[in-house]
């Protein structure tokens, strides 16, 4: 069994960008999200059975159609809540809706691998953090809820196994879907 889940990166412009922020001095509180592991998940799938993966690509490659797409990161928010906050996330600006429909597609392709749905309408936001201890919410929304991280171009839907070590997750490419 593998740990999957399906993502597009941003640029390596914008993630550079985005690193600024985990330099922020916020005392310790956040485990920052590492720069090359920054993605925006469309799906994911859990612990999943290798001999799924040939329907599992299928279903990439008929929601990666819908690429190439410009996307933004602009702007901060957190869960649940500023007075109780466990992860930090930066906004995705993504007007055409091409995001979205991935995800759905995704969700639709995978139903009969005992991929669970989505439960709530696909909202899509890049975590960049997720809280030690104290409360940083209501610091990190005064810094960076209006800040304009850049644009990207998304050429690829991609395919990462997840694997939790001690030094923190290690994402590994396992089939990336390039616009022609």
Do not use: C
């Amino acid at each position: 069994m593998k740990r999957l889940f399906v993502a597009v990166n941003m640029s390596s412009q914008v993630n550079a960008e985005l690193a600024r922020v985990s330099r922020d001095d916020f005392g310790g509180e956040i485990n920052w999200v590492k720069p090359e592991n920054l993605h925006i998940t469309l799906k994911f799938l859990g612990p999943t059975a290798t001999e799924k993966l040939p329907r599992i690509i299928e279903a990439i490659a008929t929601a990666g159609a819908l690429l190439p797409l410009q996307i933004g990161a602009k702007g901060a928010g957190v869960f649940p809540d500023k007075h109780y906050t466990k992860v930090l996330w930066i906004g995705i600006n993504e007007p055409s809706g091409k995001l979205s429909a991935m995800a759905r597609s995704l969700d639709e392709g995978l139903a009969g691998l005992d991929v669970p749905r989505a439960l709530h309408e696909y909202s899509p936001h890049l975590t960049i953090g997720r809280v030690r201890h104290g409360n940083p919410g209501a610091r990190f929304l005064a810094a960076y809820s209006q800040s304009d991280f850049g644009k990207s171009l998304v050429s690829e839907l991609v395919l990462y196994e997840s694997e939790t070590l001690p030094t923190g997750p290690r994402y590994t490419a396992l089939f990336v879907h390039k616009t022609p």
